[in-house]
């Protein structure tokens, strides 16, 4: 039996509706018997859903905060909005963690603001595990911090090391700084003294990464600041799907083609699977009191289910409180 | 009859060996009947090639830049280098384009140190024409200026729309900013001074490209400073490659999708070739006196081919002299 932890839902986050979410909370609570839920949002939408499911219950709110809104003044001035309100179970000790499909910048805002920072930690920051064939690769920051500062990239790098252990199962990460070059000297100015930095602090450091071996599994933990890792995690999911998009176009341009992609269904349909996020259900935010994922905003409900039992191996893997550790050590 | 046009090529670019550059001259050669070329490098390796070719000379050179040497050491220290003396040749007049595969930071340094920027042109910058089926996109800086200013971001727009109207066919281009969000108030600090200096000086300017989208074809030039463009760009091309490499795994993973792939084998080469690198042949440096093409390292034949070309329709079009007009403008 798993220890029990509770993760709250944000039924209103994502672009496809609330049945959508519900219906991954539904799949994550008959995948994990040891799952408790909290559902939060408008109370005829979370009332009946939690009237039906065991271990779930309902938390009725009244405001939603939109994708466009503004985030930290829409979660200073939404107090009784999903967002908020899921953050605030966590604070009070209600639930373990929280799971949200929606504004990733309200959810960072209301994570770091409402559930607060882990002692130490300068900057939360936002990370993805990239599908890799050879080996996933946990790209940090992408995108909760657009301008950064050297010292933050060394937390990012022991946070996204100590993430590698607790959820990836990797005893000895490597990690990479994405640079624009192999050799040390590379990269801009802030890319050069990051280098010097990581070098220097963080003993899992193991060499600049190029954009074009992301995917290649040399590294277990990249780092980078969250405006570079934004635009670079976009571009690899964008390349992606253009490129299974011009698939289907090729697959559907003769008889012939139709034919052969008949044939090659079962293996294409586990590729993609193989490569797309929602495999992976959404992007943790280190550095926070409790656990936080944030799902993609087209999240499915594949990705919503992943996205509530990623939150809940989170939690049971105290990755907060071994970052807590890391950067106390940091700190001494 | 096309204008008669001078091109310089490096032998010696290129991780395949002078042997694929030169079959890549004599196939441009073989393409465009008005087109000349002086190929650099070692008597043994130009002489025999120029002696059997009309409209071919050699220029003999002694030194080679290795691709892992510091660009601008090697092109002050190697004056007898490939790269040195191709960028010479144009500079005196006796051609009039440059094309290398070899170490983009040499040809970068020796362009610009040995040919000179543009009057007014405060950084030559690195474009490279992104493949897409809707519409390809002119990525400017991809890494020539690791650390840039907004000011430079404003002439890379001015350059890359000249740069599409002359070479792309497009009337009307529309810049876009790499950035990491839609809206014009996203995006790190200097993202947020650039997009305000692009609106104000660049009537071209159409707001921020998010790079999930660079793909779609909504702009035709997209800019940023040359660290964002080169982790995007080796990041949308390292994971196209890796998605093929995926799907030739896929196609030989059992009988049935052998057969499958068998099927689907031209649809598969033809989008394989709409995406490739290869097709576009090059990387134009915008800003230095007369054109200047930097090859990938990796190029094949067709790429070297291609990339001749380019500098061929880049001099007949006469891309420096409208850059100079567009830059002395804004200098008004």
Do not use: C, Q, W
């Given at each position: 039996m798993a220890e029990p932890v509770t993760i709250v839902v944000?039924?209103?986050?994502?672009?496809?509706?609330?049945e959508v979410v519900l219906r991954g909370t539904h799949a994550a609570l008959e995948a994990d018997p040891d799952l408790h839920v909290i559902v939060c949002g408008p109370a005829d939408v979370t009332g009946p859903f939690a009237a039906a499911h065991e271990r779930c219950r309902a938390q009725a709110t009244t405001e939603v905060i939109e994708m466009g809104e503004h985030p930290a003044g829409a979660v200073r001035k939404k107090k009784d909005s999903s967002i908020v309100v899921g953050c605030r179970l966590v604070k009070e000790g209600a639930a373990d963690g929280f799971f949200s499909a929606g504004s990733t910048g309200a959810c960072l805002a209301a994570a770091t603001?409402?559930?607060?920072?882990?002692?130490?930690?300068k900057r939360p920051a936002l990370g993805q595990v990239i599908p890799s064939y050879a080996n996933p690769t946990l790209l940090v920051d992408?995108?909760?911090?657009?301008d950064c500062k050297p010292e933050y990239l060394v937390q990012f790098a022991q946070m996204g090391a100590a993430y590698a252990r607790a959820?990836?199962?990797?005893?000895s990460p490597r990690v990479g700084l994405l640079n624009i070059?192999?050799?040390?000297?590379?990269?801009?100015e802030f890319a050069q003294a990051t280098f010097e930095a990581l070098r220097r602090d963080v003993p899992e450091f193991a060499g600049n990464c190029e954009g074009g071996n992301?995917?290649?599994?040399?590294?277990d933990v990249v780092v980078c600041d969250g405006f570079t890792g934004n635009v670079c995690l976009k571009t690899l999911e964008g390349t992606a799907k253009t490129l299974f998009s011009y698939l289907k176009d090729a697959f559907l341009s003769s008889t012939k083609s139709k034919l052969g992609a008949v044939l090659l269904k079962g293996d294409l349909s586990a590729l993609k699977a193989k490569v797309s996020p929602d495999t992976y259900g959404g992007a943790p935010l280190l550095g926070v009191k409790g656990a936080c994922i944030v799902g993609h905003g087209s999240s499915n409900e594949l990705a919503v289910k992943n996205g509530i039992l990623a939150s809940a191996t989170t939690v049971r893997s105290h990755v907060s409180e071994v970052i807590a550790g890391v950067v106390a050590g940091d700190a001494r």
């Open positions: 944000d039924a209103m986050g994502g672009d496809n509706g609330p603001l409402v559930m607060g920072r882990v002692r130490g930690v992408v995108g909760a911090n657009a959820i990836m199962g990797v005893e070059g192999a050799e040390e000297t590379k990269g801009s992301l995917l290649a599994g040399d590294f």
